[in-house]
T-cell receptor, first 116, second 112 residues
Framework: ETGVTQTPRHLVMGMTNKKSLKCEQH?????MYWYKQSAKKPLELMFV???????ENNSVPSRFSPECPNSSHLFLHLHTLQPEDSALYLC???????????????FGDGTRLSIL | GDSVTQMEGPVTLSEEAFLTINCTYT??????LFWYVQYPGEGLQLLLK?????DKGSNKGFEATYRKETTSFHLEKGSVQVSDSAVYFC???????????FGAGTRLAVHP
């Protein structure tokens, strides 16, 4: 499925670097999400945006900074990360609540992040 | 709070065997229920969904029935293939919010 595109697919960075993950959706959705998937842990919701406004921050450390300039694009800015931040970061999109029955989320293929 | 519990894996089957992956949930109100599948190196793909009691979701030979009385949404397939090897996630949304609650995932390995 190419409705949600994430770049880059792989990223290796040092703890002092600054990088950004990008997500773009072509499905006409108005809600976007960041998830973290670590080995042997359940998927963790990080942030939710509805109509470009952040509606959920699931106690995420400030070294992760999201940005949603419009309903089609979502970024995750990274700085001074820790080794435990190594994981697969997944972006998803859906219709926002109130747009009908509970709408499923559509996921991108993720960015595999490794912190040295 | 709302939660989803899946059977622990890995589940290892031979090709053409019958598959059941158990999923039970706890939620206030009447959640919508989903199964997602994650193939190696990829993100999650929606496999099927059900939005009210007794609904049956189906796709690619997989089925799951929304059982309100047992708060379950078990995934079944009559004859698995090697290409079905993946991790399967049960999930719910409740209360009209767009917050997906996932189970821990069940890894399925199908051998020829």
């Amino acid at each position: 499925e190419t409705g949600v595109t994430q770049t880059p697919r792989h990223l290796v960075m040092g703890m002092t670097n600054k990088k950004s993950l990008k997500c773009e959706q072509h499905l006409g959705h108005n809600a976007m999400y960041w998830y973290k998937q670590s080995a042997k842990k359940p998927l963790e919701l990080m942030f939710v945006y509805n109509f470009k406004e952040q509606t959920e921050n699931n106690s995420v450390p400030s070294r992760f900074s999201p940005e949603c300039p419009n309903s089609s694009h979502l970024f995750l800015h990274l700085h001074t990360l820790q080794p435990e931040d190594s994981a697969l970061y997944l972006c998803a999109s859906s219709q926002a609540p109130g747009q009908g029955l509970d709408q499923p989320q559509h996921f991108g293929d993720g960015t595999r992040l490794s912190i040295l | 709070g709302d939660s989803v519990t899946q059977m622990e894996g890995p589940v290892t089957l031979s090709e053409e065997a019958f598959l059941t992956i158990n999923c039970t949930y706890t939620a206030t109100g009447y959640p919508s229920l989903f199964w997602y599948v994650q193939y190696p190196g990829e993100g999650l793909q929606l496999l099927l969904k059900a939005t009210k009691a007794d609904d049956k979701g189906s796709n690619k030979g997989f089925e799951a029935t929304y059982r309100k009385e047992t708060t379950s949404f078990h995934l079944e397939k009559g004859s698995v293939q090697v290409s079905d090897s993946a991790v399967y996630f049960c999930a719910l949304i409740s209360g009209g919010y767009n917050k997906l609650i996932f189970g821990a995932g069940t890894r399925l390995a199908v051998h020829p």
